[in-house]
């Protein structure tokens, strides 16, 4: 059975899947969002463990929202609410008490005068060093990558653009910048910071989510675009939405659907149709076939080329370098129902309570760290891994 012609499908109703459906909707363009589930939202879900036991499925923060989404869709209109607690995170479980990084960065240098002399005088300037690195980081992913092969005016005025925002820098910046890219976290803020408790909680958005441990090159540029976009500076964000992530899907739901967008949920896409020169649309496991000019997957790489394209289309090559992208999870979260907030020592009271409102770390030194991801490493759970929790 085939229904009728859309101009676009989009598979998938994760966050991405319904911004992406949202503008084209905005842009005029007939836009189908297809999703597998009963609801959309896909990590940024909310689930129910146990009676009246709501919890965020997955991702438990939404401060990557881009601001710039949030104005444009008028998320707000659509009933998204904001909270970002003054605490953004604190580390417990070392042998020097917590640790917290307050969203005003004098908070944070007075509470770190009693860890470090030299760390609570650098932390505001290395603060805003980490904003200013993140923001420039942020414009170049905000950027279309340039076709150089087109002698095309657009290219060139992207370059000027890219080169103008690099010049705006100071020149020591402009020079970090660079530098920081392929270091590893660990040595950047070996070079800023003297704590090794301050640096192991730091080094974690270097790490989160990677099977990487805090001395491998590249980590300083994964904790440099967790702060791109962002207000959370060198602490990283701590943005929660009122009734969980899933009530951000529900407000992306409602701007796709005022967008025009028809969002189908039950809807598994089985297949992406081709004739060899263009797609024609998609196929659904109920059989429906629906037809489209252009398909747009919010789905990962590996699943949408290996799972949704005929193999013929996607040629031999392709086809090799898809079945040899690995994908080993290295990231587990476990959701438990609290009769109230857990105690750790050196946090009691209400100033304990207010410390607890943001992330918690449990990340007491480097070599904790190190130590956990060479089991990922070989293959094995960590029997002391890092942890973070709200």
Avoid at 45 to 63: F, N, S
Avoid at 117 to 132: G, L, Q, Y
Avoid at 226 to 254: F, M, T
Avoid at 339 to 361: H, K, N, Q
């Amino acid at each position: 059975m085939t229904t009728r012609r859309w101009d676009a499908i989009v598979v998938g109703g994760g966050h991405n899947g319904l911004v992406c459906a949202t503008y084209l909707g905005r842009a005029g363009v007939r836009t189908l969002l297809l999703e597998r589930r009963d609801s959309v939202g896909g990590a940024i879900g909310t689930a129910e463990i146990a009676p009246a036991a709501r919890v965020p499925a997955l991702a438990h923060t939404v401060g990557r929202l881009t601001a710039s989404v949030a104005r444009d869709l008028d998320l707000s209109g659509h009933g998204l609410r904001l909270v970002q607690p003054a605490a953004l995170v604190t580390s417990v479980g070392g042998d020097g008490g917590p640790i917290t990084l307050w969203s005003d960065a004098d908070r944070t240098s007075v509470g770190l005068a009693a860890l470090s002399a030299h760390d609570a005088a650098a932390w505001s300037p290395f603060d805003a060093e980490v904003r200013a690195l993140a923001s420039t980081l942020w414009r170049l992913l905000l950027m279309t990558p340039p076709d150089v092969k087109q002698a095309h005016p657009d290219v060139l005025v992207s370059g000027l653009r890219l080169g103008w925002r690099y010049r705006r820098l100071e020149a020591r910046l402009a020079r970090e910048f660079t530098r920081m890219l392929p270091m590893s976290i660990a040595d950047y803020l070996e070079d800023n910071l003297r704590s090794d408790a301050l640096r192991a909680m730091l080094a974690t958005r270097g790490i989160r989510y990677t099977s990487m441990g805090p001395h491998m090159a590249g980590t300083a540029a994964v904790m440099l675009t967790d702060s791109a976009g962002n207000d959370g500076g060198a602490a990283g964000e701590s943005v929660y939405a009122r009734g969980g992530p899933g009530a951000l899907a529900a407000a992306l739901a409602g701007a796709a659907r005022k967008a025009g967008v028809e969002i189908r949920t039950g809807a598994e896409v089985v297949a992406i149709r081709d004739d060899h020169a263009a797609v024609t649309g998609v196929a659904l496991s109920d059989g429906e076939e629906i037809e489209a000019r252009v398909v747009i997957s919010g789905l990962d790489p590996r699943t949408t080329l290996a799972g949704l394209v005929d193999p013929e289309t996607l040629g031999p090559e392709l086809g090799w370098e898809v079945d040899n992208l690995r994908q080993r999870g290295v990231t587990a979260k476990v959701d438990l129902a609290l009769s109230g907030l857990p105690t750790f020592e050196g946090l009691a009271g209400d100033d304990g309570a207010l410390r607890l409102r943001g992330r918690i770390v449990v990340a007491p030194s480097m070599r904790y760290l190190d130590r956990a991801a060479d089991a990922a490493k070989y293959g094995r759970i960590s029997e002391a891994p890092w942890l973070e929790a709200t």
